[in-house]
């Protein structure tokens, strides 16, 4: 084989070798990515976060580092939502939002304080202290002097 036949076998094989790359199955992926935030811009750190497909209810979960990002890699395309869990915050869900083919689909959440409201219900409380005296009285009436036991006395 001369040198000179080389070149075309190398561009047929670099033609096909090209169309070929060009008919590698695309991937229906996207990225979802964000930050977790409360309510004075703060970003909270170790945040769960869910990611859920409406339509068939799969879900991925992580956790926000330390600057309150999180990233979710290879998302199919459809309609999701997500759900933020932090320790003294409400739970905040997203509204859905549509996810497309290559996006990097930004969606950034903002927590709200939980609000506490504890209630204490006391069933069987204690007698009242008397604290301004140590005296104990006590009335014992005439019958039940007379019924009393005599402990083995006649």
Do not use: C
Not at 95 to 106: G, H, K, Y
């Amino acid at each position: 084989m001369s040198p000179h036949s080389l070149g075309p076998a190398l561009r047929v094989a670099a033609l096909v070798w090209l169309s070929a790359l060009a008919a590698w199955p695309q991937f229906e992926s996207a990225t979802v990515l964000g930050t977790v935030r409360d309510a004075t811009g703060a970003v909270v750190p170790n945040a769960t976060v869910r990611l859920e497909n409406l339509k068939t209810g799969i879900g991925d979960t992580t956790q926000t580092d330390s600057v309150g990002s999180y990233q979710f890699l290879s998302v199919r395309i459809g309609v999701y939502r997500i759900k933020v869990e932090a320790p003294g915050f409400a739970l905040a869900v997203t509204e859905p939002f549509e996810v497309s083919v290559s996006a990097r689909q930004r969606v950034d959440v903002n927590l709200e304080v939980r609000a506490t409201a504890e209630s204490i219900t006391v069933s069987d409380a204690a007698r009242p202290l008397e604290s301004d005296s140590s005296d104990r009285g006590h009335l014992v009436r005439s019958d039940q002097i007379l019924n009393l036991p005599l402990n083995g006395r006649s």
